[in-house]
């Protein structure tokens, strides 16, 4: 798959989430996939970057072997997207520019970001125009859901915006803002956006890619180029070995026992800790990933606990140790992970959905200080 001047192979793409992909994660996953695929940073605000916050510019870091180097830009206003895309390119800060549309946290949505934002046909126009000239030589591509809710569905249209304003791929989750990450993704979307947007964009599928197998069945049932893989690969970082196999036609798909699960935990939080500067925070940070490594091994609810309340990597381990080493992968360990709870509810800025072609401006507190998602 081709993203502007940047070959992807295999055609698979690591989803931004926030508080996720930092550049330790992404380091994982490369690893497992032998360095191939596009592993792309956690949704970055653009006036953040212009403003060069402090916690932005360190979220933008990657580490030296990251080739091509991916950034997801979030951003309501078209000059302050520009001009993040400018920086971005002038710096040589990355590779490549990915825009969020797809966002639907409330904080978000509420402010007109995110997923909310492409139901505006010519501010979305005006972002992609903008982002696409400061750009330079680096490819833009977008990301995007359904849209709002099933009465206010914006992808075809938006998609068709996208192509013609010059994105070099477009990426589509499956479900609507209401939906959250609730009930099943609607591939068939992805089928049809496949249809609408013309031949020369790719066009990739995100949603309910929990293995390897998930993956290659929606480009078959879809027709799309590649896929993006957001909360399949928690706590499975070798998700994208197994997607570099079944790519290459071999089926000898990772699955480690509970010692290479407990070396890769350790692994994780030594480099969370080295990326942030300090052991400590970085254990810590890792403690929200515990659970989705550790799912559907016999562990214990007492050493979950200590798991859990880890502050040393010393500790960490110790306590990792007591665990059965030998355990061989657990049935159903594939299954989801991370949030699966719908919304039914979008927040908007009032009267957002009065007409989808007004030239209405989120006001500046639609962007964070810092990033979000």
Known sequence: MDIGPIKV??????????GITNA????????????????????ITTRA????????????????????????????????????????????????IDLNFGCPVP??????????????????REILREAVANAGDLPVTMKMRKGIDDDHLTY????????????AAIALHGRTAAQHYGGTADWSAIARLREAVPAHVPVLGNGDIWSADDALRMMRETGCDGV????????RPWLFRDLVSIFEGDVDYARPDFGYVARAMVRHAQLLGEWLGDEARGVIDF????????????????????????????????????????????????????????????VLPEGWLDDPYDCARPGEDAESDTSGG
């Not at 994660?25 to 592993?39: N, P, V, W």
């Not at 998609?159 to 013609?164: P, Q, V």
């Open 107 to 124: 904080k978000v949505t509420r402010k007109g970001g995110g997923s909310a934002l492409p139901y505006k046909r010519n501010l979305l």
């Open 156 to 167: 075809l249209d938006a998609g068709r915006i996208g192509a013609e304003e010059g994105v």
């Open 287 to 346: 403690r929200k990933h515990v659970a989705w490594y550790t799912k559907g091994f016999s562990v214990g609810s007492e050493l979950r606990v200590k798991l859990a309340n880890s502050s040393s990597l010393t500790e960490l381990a110790e306590t990792l140790a007591q665990v059965e080493q030998t355990q061989t992968w657990p049935i159903g360990a594939d299954g989801p992970r991370g949030r699966t709870s719908g919304n039914g509810r979008v």
């Open 49 to 96: 970057l212009v403003e060069r916050n402090a916690k932005t510019m360190q979220l933008i870091k990657f580490d030296p072997s990251e080739k091509p180097r991916s950034i997801q830009l979030y951003g309501v206003d078209p000059v302050t997207v520009g001009k993040a895309a400018r920086m971005i390119a002038d710096e040589g800060l990355a590779d490549h």
């Open 228 to 235: 993006v893989v957001g909360r399949g690969c928690l706590g």
């Open 9 to 18: 192979w295999p055609p698979v793409v690591l989803a931004p989430m926030a």
């Open 24 to 43: 330790p994660f992404r380091t994982l996953c490369r690893e497992q996939s032998g360095g191939k695929g596009l592993y792309v940073s956690e949704m």
